[in-house]
């Protein structure tokens, strides 16, 4: 599942990159693309707005076919304090263009990509990742209600993904 | 004399003094190394920072909460020397305090690890004298 759960982010990040280069974020001091996986990153790590935030929180596994079948749920979360320029009135608007945008980057065809073992990145040898035999295959987002949280806009989005359970693999 | 007190930085100087005075000391601030550019392993989780331990004195220490709710962690609050966090900020090469507490991964106290929480700070002229952070202990610390 792991495998899937990295494949899934780095697709869904260079969807985002290329759809907006402005969204961005800064960790640490390195600016990246604006979509993270929380489960990656410190603990200490605060909350940042205009950005996408994946968290996986559940998992299922069919066990009926050939290769047994996870299905992830990955939730999206996002929130906007709008333009302190423009005093915030543009949050809803920000919002908005936040919600295009994660529904052009999760729904944009083709909803599948080649899954991928990015576990040689780790360590000095920095080996490049391996195509494995099977895709991840993903559902639309469903966009969850917008919570009003002071001035701050958020909105939780959930994605299925899924894929083949590939022999030995975590 | 409000001149005088801005140009020399007297109240932070006075704030040293007095935080030394009721025995400040010394704690480590726990910063993570930058993160790699364009390292997808660590976005991945397969790798981790490193992290360094910097020194922060004098700072003085105090309970904010004197009991703690079963199983809720207690809070801690430190009075930091700005003249400390500005020579942090300056040889670690950040823009600015706030980020310097954003980024760092705790505070090390007798080798416990508390969060930090959030910052303020008091100032005058404009210009911070003393960093007030607020601190999370582990709830397995907790007493």
Redesign the interface.
Same mark, same amino acid.
């Given at each position: 599942m792991q495998n899937a759960k990295?494949t899934f982010?780095?697709a869904l990040q260079g969807r985002v990159a290329a759809l907006n280069p402005a969204r961005t974020i800064a960790?640490?001091?390195?600016t990246?693309p604006g979509l993270?996986?929380e489960?990656?990153e @410190? $603990?200490?790590a605060?909350e940042q707005a205009d950005v996408f935030r994946l968290r996986w929180t559940g998992a299922r596994l069919d066990m009926q076919g050939t290769l047994p079948l996870a299905a992830m749920t990955c939730e999206i979360a996002y929130a906007t304090d709008g333009n302190s320029g423009n005093g915030g009135m543009d949050r809803g608007r920000l919002l908005a263009a936040m919600d295009a945008e994660l529904a052009s980057a999760v729904g944009a065809a083709p909803q599948n990509a080649v899954k991928m073992n990015?576990?040689g @990145? $780790?360590?000095e040898s920095?080996a490049a990742p391996i195509a494995m035999g099977t895709n991840i295959f993903w559902s639309d987002a469903v966009f969850g209600k917008t919570v009003v949280n002071g001035e701050r806009l958020e909105r939780v989005a959930t994605v299925e993904v899924f894929s083949y359970q590939e022999v030995g693999e975590l | 004399m409000a001149d005088v007190m801005r140009a020399t930085g007297a109240t932070a100087r006075a704030a040293d003094a007095l935080l030394r005075g009721v025995g400040g000391r010394t704690v480590l601030l726990r910063m993570?190394?930058?993160?790699?550019?364009?390292?997808?392993?660590?976005?991945?989780?397969?790798?981790t920072?490193q992290f360094q331990d910097v020194e922060l004195a004098p700072v003085v220490f105090r309970r904010a909460r004197a009991n703690a709710t079963e199983g809720k962690a207690a809070r801690r609050e430190v009075l930091v020397s700005a003249t400390a966090v500005e020579a942090l900020v300056g040889s670690l090469g950040y823009s600015a305090a706030a980020v310097l507490f954003?980024?760092?991964?705790?505070v090390l106290v007798d080798g416990v690890l508390m969060?930090?929480e959030s910052v303020t700070d008091s100032e005058v002229f404009g210009k911070p004298y003393l960093y007030h952070l607020w601190l999370r202990e582990p709830v397995a610390e907790t007493v």
């Amino acid at each position: 599942m792991q495998n899937a759960k990295d494949t899934f982010y780095i697709a869904l990040q260079g969807r985002v990159a290329a759809l907006n280069p402005a969204r961005t974020i800064a960790v640490r001091g390195v600016t990246r693309p604006g979509l993270l996986v929380e489960e990656n990153e @410190l $603990a200490s790590a605060k909350e940042q707005a205009d950005v996408f935030r994946l968290r996986w929180t559940g998992a299922r596994l069919d066990m009926q076919g050939t290769l047994p079948l996870a299905a992830m749920t990955c939730e999206i979360a996002y929130a906007t304090d709008g333009n302190s320029g423009n005093g915030g009135m543009d949050r809803g608007r920000l919002l908005a263009a936040m919600d295009a945008e994660l529904a052009s980057a999760v729904g944009a065809a083709p909803q599948n990509a080649v899954k991928m073992n990015y576990a040689g @990145l $780790a360590g000095e040898s920095g080996a490049a990742p391996i195509a494995m035999g099977t895709n991840i295959f993903w559902s639309d987002a469903v966009f969850g209600k917008t919570v009003v949280n002071g001035e701050r806009l958020e909105r939780v989005a959930t994605v299925e993904v899924f894929s083949y359970q590939e022999v030995g693999e975590l | 004399m409000a001149d005088v007190m801005r140009a020399t930085g007297a109240t932070a100087r006075a704030a040293d003094a007095l935080l030394r005075g009721v025995g400040g000391r010394t704690v480590l601030l726990r910063m993570p190394a930058p993160a790699g550019a364009g390292d997808v392993a660590e976005q991945l989780g397969l790798e981790t920072p490193q992290f360094q331990d910097v020194e922060l004195a004098p700072v003085v220490f105090r309970r904010a909460r004197a009991n703690a709710t079963e199983g809720k962690a207690a809070r801690r609050e430190v009075l930091v020397s700005a003249t400390a966090v500005e020579a942090l900020v300056g040889s670690l090469g950040y823009s600015a305090a706030a980020v310097l507490f954003a980024t760092a991964f705790g505070v090390l106290v007798d080798g416990v690890l508390m969060t930090v929480e959030s910052v303020t700070d008091s100032e005058v002229f404009g210009k911070p004298y003393l960093y007030h952070l607020w601190l999370r202990e582990p709830v397995a610390e907790t007493v």
